[in-house]
């Protein structure tokens, strides 16, 4: 919290010379202490690092109507991407106003290229297959239909979809698809997660049924990783650390998930939807937990957790604006 803090500071004095009080362009928010969360009612805001979350925000109300569950959010800075049961929207201000986009379908998940700034490629993956947009706006079909898409990764050259028949990769961007690889269940893969060094390194977690599985080929052969009796919503990786979000709680693994123990100091009887870490792929213990009974955070990777001011309804997923460049480590400021 302390480093958002300073960030405020700086942030804040920066809204001032840019806009006046009242000025329909400023930034109705300020990015470094926005916490956004989807619920199955729509999507809710906080602008204090989930300290306090108002019922009804009209930063974020404008335009949604009829989003349904929110289960993607992918912020950027002006530009804000939200997939739910109701399609895709999109806001060009920062979350204060929303226009539909053409996605027919319940949106699962929203990747952007890894060059959006140049190249403003868009993947989203719906309950019917998945879409590609070359301009952000526009979408079309691509190899991959008639099955739910329910997570995307990019790590390049392939790309990697978790879907209804499996794990299954492209190598052009979702134009051609190859097959599911063995050993991996029948069903619908419902949560996945990459090594931070895939091009080189292809390992895939996936969770399909009950259980975790892991493939060291690019998802060609796959093993049983552990937790055969729990049925698993969400993996991510912190570092060496891979976690896990299953409907017997939360678990790590450091040994690629042939022990796993389960995290539960100040999590109560919470069941886990998703984890997310605000300052990833850099190293940070700092994560939040969206849970059926409100969102929860942890200073410390997980060994202790705190109830944040959401706690009046189930949370899909958290989501927040990528954190500020760090000075000194040869970004760009």
């Known amino acids: 919290m302390s480093r958002r803090l300073l960030l405020l500071a700086a942030a804040l004095g920066s809204l001032v010379a840019a806009a006046g009080p009242g000025s329909p362009d400023a930034n109705p928010i300020v990015t470094t202490l926005a916490l956004f969360a989807g619920t199955s009612s729509g999507l809710r805001l906080s602008q204090d690092w989930g300290v306090t979350w108002p019922a009804r925000d009209p930063a974020a109300a404008d335009g949604l109507q009829g989003v349904g569950a929110v289960r993607a959010i992918v912020p950027l800075g002006p530009t804000i991407y939200l997939g739910g049961d109701g399609g895709l929207f999109m806001s060009q201000d920062f979350g204060r ?134 049925a698993v919503t969400d993996l991510a990786w912190m570092g060496p650390f891979l976690y896990a979000c299953t409907n017997g709680g939360l678990y790590i693994t450091q040994d690629m998930g042939v022990t796993w123990k389960r995290l539960t100091d100040g999590l109560a009887d919470a069941t886990p939807n998703r984890i997310f870490f605000p300052s990833a792929p850099d190293s940070s213990a700092e994560a939040f937990l969206a849970t059926d009974r409100g969102i929860f955070r942890t200073p410390d990777g997980g060994r202790h957790w705190l109830p944040t001011g959401f706690k009046d309804e189930a949370v899909l997923l958290v989501s927040a604006f990528p954190p500020a460049p760090v000075l000194g480590k040869g970004k760009k400021k």
């Open 97 to 230: 106003t929303w226009e539909k986009l053409g996605v027919l379908g319940s949106v699962q998940c929203i990747l952007l290229g890894r060059y959006f700034d140049v190249e403003p490629i868009v993947l989203v993956g719906t309950s019917e297959g998945l879409l590609r947009s070359e301009d952000g706006r526009t979408f079309h079909a691509t190899g991959l239909r008639g099955t739910p898409v329910t997570r995307l990764e990019w790590p390049g050259p392939a790309l990697v979809a978790a879907t209804g028949r499996g794990v299954l990769v492209s190598i052009d961007g979702g134009t051609t698809i190859a097959g599911a690889g063995e050993g991996l269940p029948e069903g619908e893969v419902r949560a996945m997660a990459l090594s931070s060094f895939y091009p080189i390194d292809p390992v895939i977690f996936a969770a399909v049924g009950n259980g975790v599985f892991r493939s060291g080929d690019g998802g060609r052969t796959w093993k049983e990783a552990g937790l055969a009796d729990q």
